[in-house]
């Protein structure tokens, strides 16, 4: 969230376009004059924008001359791979997130608990990992079609494999879960939308690059 007074929309550095800051990354320079990524907009310095997306930090680290070093108005060192540090960040940041939901209560995990979950439970939103065999993902959502509350739908998150659960929850074979409703849920959803869109491909126009 913007600080009070601050602004809520900001200019990408690579498009010009204005946006608001929740579609943006800010980057800041470090006391070595490296380029780094400000993903929670706290850290102390003149900041520069870039929209949310791999694609368009991948151009700025390109035109590093020309995006940062306008930005910054000076030297800007960009070390190699920064849109794989975003993305690291912003997974290392879901995860943590899910660490909190579990520990505030609002996850079930293990296939027979999410399913009486679905059944009994209000439920934000289903994880599965990424290894996860196909028929207990379609027997899941089959139960989670049949609620009337989750007609329509709830999120499901497959950007994570089994060890990675594994880790973030303490816990060992991972491999489905449940959201139940909660504010915990809510912040690691949002956080798993921001990862997704980062990742999703966009259209980056020759005219963009050379902007």
Same mark, same amino acid.
């Given at each position: 969230?913007?600080?009070?007074? !601050? ?24 006391? +070595? ?6 993903? %929670? ?20 680290? $390109? =035109?590093? $001359? $020309?995006?940062?070093?306008?930005? @910054? %108005?000076?030297?800007?060192?960009? !070390?190699?791979?920064?849109? =794989?540090?975003? +993305? ?7 995860? *943590? &997130? ?12 293990? @296939?027979? $608990?999410?399913?009486?979950?679905? #059944?009994?439970?209000?439920? &934000? ?6 290894? &996860?065999? =196909?028929?207990?993902?379609? %027997?899941? &959502?089959?139960?989670?079609?049949? *609620?009337? !509350?989750?007609?329509?739908?709830? *999120? ?14 303490? #816990? ?15 912040? @690691?959803?949002?956080?798993? #939308?921001?990862?997704?869109? @980062? ?13």
């Amino acid at each position: 969230m913007p600080r009070k007074n !601050e602004p809520t929309e900001r200019q990408c550095a690579v498009t010009r376009e204005v946006q608001p800051i929740s579609s943006l990354i800010r980057f800041v320079l470090d006391p +070595d004059g490296r380029v780094v990524p400000d993903l %929670k907009r706290v850290l102390p310095g003149r900041g520069v924008w870039v929209t949310a997306s791999n694609e368009m930090v991948a151009v700025a680290e $390109k =035109d590093r $001359k $020309k995006v940062f070093g306008r930005g @910054f %108005k000076g030297e800007a060192r960009v !070390e190699p791979g920064l849109a =794989d540090l975003v +993305d690291g960040l912003m997974e290392r940041s879901a995860l *943590q &997130a899910l660490s909190m939901a579990r520990k505030a209560g609002e996850l079930v995990t293990g @296939f027979a $608990k999410v399913e009486a979950a679905l #059944r009994r439970d209000p439920v &934000a939103g289903l994880i599965h990992a990424s290894d &996860a065999a =196909d028929d207990g993902v379609r %027997k899941l &959502a089959a139960v989670a079609a049949g *609620q009337e !509350e989750l007609a329509n739908g709830c *999120q499901i998150v497959r950007l994570f494999d089994s060890d990675q659960l594994d880790l973030a929850l303490g #816990r060992s074979n991972v491999i489905h879960a449940a959201l139940l409703d909660g504010q915990a849920s809510e912040n @690691f959803l949002a956080r798993v #939308r921001e990862l997704e869109s @980062f990742r999703a491909p966009t259209a980056v126009g020759s005219e963009t690059s050379n902007a």
